[in-house]
């Protein structure tokens, strides 16, 4: 028997143990086939960044064709579901309770002012609490004021018509779902769940039940140790990671404009620097409990505050943007944005293929480490 | 009167064994201040600073106007002057730019013919929420341009029009980041809680001492409030400490009462503690009080869609995990797999 022989005897030995523990104690293939799809389920119907049918009340104190004609486009609107209310007062009451998210208001010398001066006002109150609804309540007012204005122009009304138009083009996304963009960010976030979640227990769970002793006197060497520990659990990642993926793309109808071959490349490099994460808080924390907490502070939330998932990272103080490079997170959400709705762009992808490559090394190696110490001391 | 006599003693336990153990210690206050600030300045739908490009074929004194609105604004940040309508591509495919302002060649002769004319923006859609906010602050640059055109008579006003005035209340500058800071203290202290309590129960099984509870004369049940109230208490006062970070570091207006705010995250720790590990039900109570607090005196279900579901997640997670660990650590090890 050659050492490689012996190497590769020890490898499937510990691959076989690994192999039947996660068979036979079926939580963690639960944690990587039912986590993702419940996240899906709950992000992908439950979150959207864009309103509709945002119950708003139209309060009209004219009553000329023209405020009529305004009021009706509002409801019309498949963003606004409206209730006309008679008075500014009892409108403003059911803001505060919370009835509705918004006012239009049309004053009485609606009609006046806009035949008279050749400028009338609509009032728009929103509720600012959730700020970015608001502004997108006070975006889609001002699309139904715009359609009105070209509906008059198209019947040959007189209208002022803005000197500057703006004709906009969203790119990747023509329509602004925002859903587009939250579904690759969530596969990113339950990579990174299943990733660092998976591994941080196992090796604490080895500590915890006393097996570790038992594998301490095998002829297993710590390379075969972490194989054995990183290799199942990868090939669930990944099978965790095609499935959200294939969800996406059937039933939240999200664009894949890359290649198969390339999300499968890069997010390899990402379930690799997430499970050595993930080991390496499983080696340093003995006890399973404890080790999942950390996993979750330190691995979820900042895959979710600090990776541009939700909010954008380029307007946040710079402080914030320097500590956002060590989440490997951020890279694997630029990817999975770049690859699902633009395509291959290597420009793009490359760097921070890059960084997460460093980070799986980095990670997969202090976790080497520290499993050594410990199996010596 | 004996089983408060019980609770009290396994609380006083369990409040000398959190302040002296160093780690917990930590887990109070270290680890939940750090999210806090860092979080609180990440969590914001407000653009700073968009990296745009500009392809000017006018190059006029009109298209200039235009565009110093755009350098004068602290949204937007220029880093490229593009000379081809080839480079649009590159610039957006490559995130040399999130997006391009294009000025056609025939922008100052239409102006000054009376004619409307039009500005190209092509955003990249890959983050399609800055991308709509960015066009929402570009609408209003080129509506405050528009207008100013017409107050210096380069153009007049030849038709009826109607001019749409809004107002956001609560928040009258629409910041974000008040909505999200003002809940961020209760999704903070909820972690807390849940670290205090499953570290206590670990450290009776690390160090054997669980046996000891089991033997001491308590039954499960004061045993289980014994050790989830000082986990409450400091979730409580941690909460309260980010309460007053949310109000005089990052500004957060605070128009309810003191009152109110302590009964309904009273309300929402216990919800963690019990019921809400396992399922979701603590998370409505989050956004309940930072409406409640912070905004208005009404209560919401609608709003924090954001933070609803990072919170259900939150306890579905530690749900599941809680049941999985202090599942087994509470049956002394016997069930052990």
């Known amino acids: 028997m050659t050492p490689r022989d012996l190497f590769f005897m020890r490898l499937r030995g510990i691959l076989r143990k690994e192999v039947l523990q996660i068979l036979r104690d079926p939580s963690s293939i639960a944690l990587a086939i039912v986590l993702p799809l419940v996240l899906l389920f709950i992000f992908g119907y439950g979150v959207t960044l864009d309103a509709e049918n945002v119950p708003v009340a139209v309060v009209l104190n004219d009553n000329s064709p023209s405020a009529r004609e305004v009021s009706a486009r509002f409801d019309l609107s498949p963003y606004f579901k409206t209730i006309h209310l008679t008075s500014i007062d009892e409108a403003t009451l059911w803001l505060n309770q919370r009835r509705i998210d918004g006012i239009v208001h049309l004053q009485g010398d609606f009609s006046s002012d806009l035949y008279g001066r050749n400028q009338a006002q609509v009032q728009v109150i929103v509720n600012g609490i959730d700020a970015n609804r608001a502004r997108l309540i006070q975006g889609y007012a001002n699309g139904v004021l715009q359609k009105w204005t070209e509906l008059r122009q198209a019947r040959g009304e007189p209208v002022a018509v803005p000197a500057v138009k703006i004709s906009q083009r969203i790119w990747f996304n023509e329509s602004g779902v925002s859903r587009n963009f939250l579904v690759p960010g969530l596969i990113t976030l339950i990579m990174t769940l299943i990733g660092i979640l998976l591994t941080a227990l196992v090796v604490a769970r080895e500590w915890e039940r006393g097996t570790m002793e038992a594998i301490l006197v095998t002829p297993i060497r710590r390379i075969d140790f972490l194989l054995g520990k990183v290799l199942p659990y990868f090939i669930l990642g990944m099978l965790g990671m095609c499935l959200s993926v294939w969800i996406g793309v059937t039933l939240f109808h999200v664009p894949f404009r890359g290649s198969f071959v390339a999300l499968l490349i890069l997010s390899a490099l990402f379930m690799m620097a997430s499970l050595g994460f993930g080991l390496l808080i499983s080696a340093a924390i003995r006890v399973q409990f404890v080790a999942a907490q950390i996993s979750i502070v330190a691995g979820f939330l900042p895959a979710l505050f600090l990776s541009g998932l939700i909010f954008d990272l380029e307007s946040t103080p710079r402080v914030i943007q320097i500590v956002s490079h060590v989440v490997p997170a951020r890279y694997f959400v630029a990817i999975s944005h770049t690859l699902f709705m633009a395509g291959d762009i290597w420009p793009v992808l490359l760097p921070n293929a890059l960084a997460l490559f460093g980070m799986a090394v980095l990670f997969i190696g202090l976790a080497f480490r520290k499993i050594t110490k410990r199996l010596e001391g | ?337």
């Open chain 2, 1 to 337: 009167m004996d089983t408060v006599r019980r609770i009290i003693a396994l609380m006083l336990k369990e409040f000398v064994m959190v302040l002296k153990d160093p780690k917990s210690r930590f887990v109070i206050i270290g680890p939940p201040l750090i999210q806090f600030f860092v979080f609180g300045y990440a969590a914001t739908y407000d653009l700073k600073n968009v990296r745009y490009a500009v392809f000017d074929e006018s190059r006029t004194v009109e298209s200039r106007q235009l565009l110093a609105r755009f350098e004068g604004s602290e949204n937007f940040e220029l880093t490229k002057t593009l000379l081809s309508e080839k480079e649009i591509d590159f610039v957006i495919n490559r995130e040399k730019a999130r997006l391009v302002v294009h000025i056609g060649p025939k922008f100052s002769r239409d102006l000054h013919n009376g004619r409307s004319t039009t500005l190209q923006v092509i955003v990249d859609g890959r983050n399609s929420n800055v991308a709509l906010i960015a066009l929402g602050y570009i609408g209003r640059i080129v509506e405050q341009y528009n207008q100013d055109l017409v107050k210096n008579g380069v153009i007049s006003m030849d038709g009826p029009g109607v001019l749409l005035t809004d107002r956001a209340w609560f928040n009258a500058n629409l910041q974000s980041r008040w909505f999200i800071v003002s809940a961020l203290g209760g999704l903070i202290s909820m972690v807390v809680v849940m670290i205090l309590t499953s570290l206590s129960v670990a450290r009776e099984r690390e160090f054997g001492t669980f046996d000891q509870l089991l033997v001491a004369p308590f039954n499960p049940a004061e045993i289980l409030v014994g050790k989830s109230l000082p986990g409450m208490f400091f979730g409580i006062m941690d909460a309260l400490l980010f309460a007053a970070g949310a109000v005089y570091w990052f500004g957060v207006p605070f128009r309810g009462t003191v009152t109110t705010l302590v009964l309904a995250l009273g309300c929402f720790i216990l919800t963690i503690v019990g019921v809400g590990l396992l399922g979701g039900m603590g998370f409505t109570m989050s956004i309940f009080i930072s409406s409640l607090g912070f905004t208005s005196e009404t209560e919401t279900l609608i709003a924090a869609k954001t933070a609803i579901l990072l919170a259900s997640l939150f306890a579905g997670v530690s749900g599941f995990l809680w049941l999985r660990f202090s599942g087994t650590a509470e049956g002394g090890g016997g069930t052990r797999r």
